[in-house]
């Protein structure tokens, strides 16, 4: 079975920018999640979907969001880019929510001037 | 909400030596608990899960952890380090409610001497 795939695996962006990062879950799970890494904070939970339904939500601004298609892929979208928000994104996908195991990506490095 | 604590950030032992990486959480009900590992520039891999019965786990790579309830404590421990063993560690606990909420530990880094 091929694992979590997150694209692109790289990116820079400037300052007031969005941009949007995409994970495939491995087949057969449903539930999909959001992690930031940063050296300061280190992991820190985004968001979850399952069932294209956001089911819980980290302590992130607005300017942070997601959405889960129906083949449970999701993307997450980050507006109006700021310095601190340069860290490794990591999706993690599960057969469902409620605490099972988590299976991460290799993350989307991103970088913001 | 649940938390964790590693409190050691770096740790380093000799090759073949045993390894023991500290790992305490605070949760109000019996948690589910993970050890992951992410070697540089990679993603996490899971190492092993404690969600009931015995409090002994065994995972990959030759790693096994202990569930304290007494000690709010979920080490992690190899009797055998191995070079490849160099990497950052991270503790998660889980909620053991309907989602998928993690928290991690800020991480043991390990360092093998040869």
């Known amino acids: 079975k091929a694992g979590v795939t997150q694209t692109p695996r790289y990116l820079i962006k400037t300052r007031g920018q969005q941009v949007t990062l995409s994970c495939s879950p491995i087949s057969g799970h449903r539930s999909v999640s959001w992690y930031q890494q940063t050296p300061g904070q280190g992991l820190q939970f985004l968001f979850e979907?399952?069932?294209?339904?956001?089911?819980n939500k980290g302590n992130f601004p607005g300017r942070f969001s997601g959405r889960q298609f129906s083949n449970s892929r999701s993307e997450m979208n980050v507006s109006t880019l700021e310095l601190g928000d340069s860290a490794l994104y990591l999706c993690?996908?599960?057969?469902?929510?409620?605490?099972?195991?988590?299976?991460f990506g290799p993350g989307t490095r991103l970088t913001v001037t | 909400a649940q938390s964790v604590t590693q409190p050691d950030i770096h740790i380093t032992v000799s090759e073949g030596a045993s390894l023991e990486l500290r790992c305490n959480y605070s949760y109000g009900a019996t948690p589910y608990l993970f050890w992951y590992v992410q070697s540089p520039g990679q993603g996490l891999q899971l190492l092993l899960k404690y969600f009931s019965g015995d409090t002994l786990v065994q995972g990959i790579k030759g790693f096994e952890a202990e569930f304290k309830r007494s000690q709010s404590s979920f080490n992690l421990r190899k009797p055998s380090v191995h070079w490849s063993d160099a990497a950052e560690y991270f503790c998660?606990?889980?909620?053991?409610?309907?989602?998928?909420?993690?928290?991690f530990g800020a991480g043991t880094r390990l360092t093998v001497k040869p």
């Open positions: 998660a606990v889980g909620a053991t409610y309907n989602n998928n909420d993690m928290r």
């Open positions: 979907y399952f069932s294209e339904t956001q089911r």
């Open positions: 993690a996908s599960s057969l469902t929510s409620g605490s099972s195991e988590q299976y």
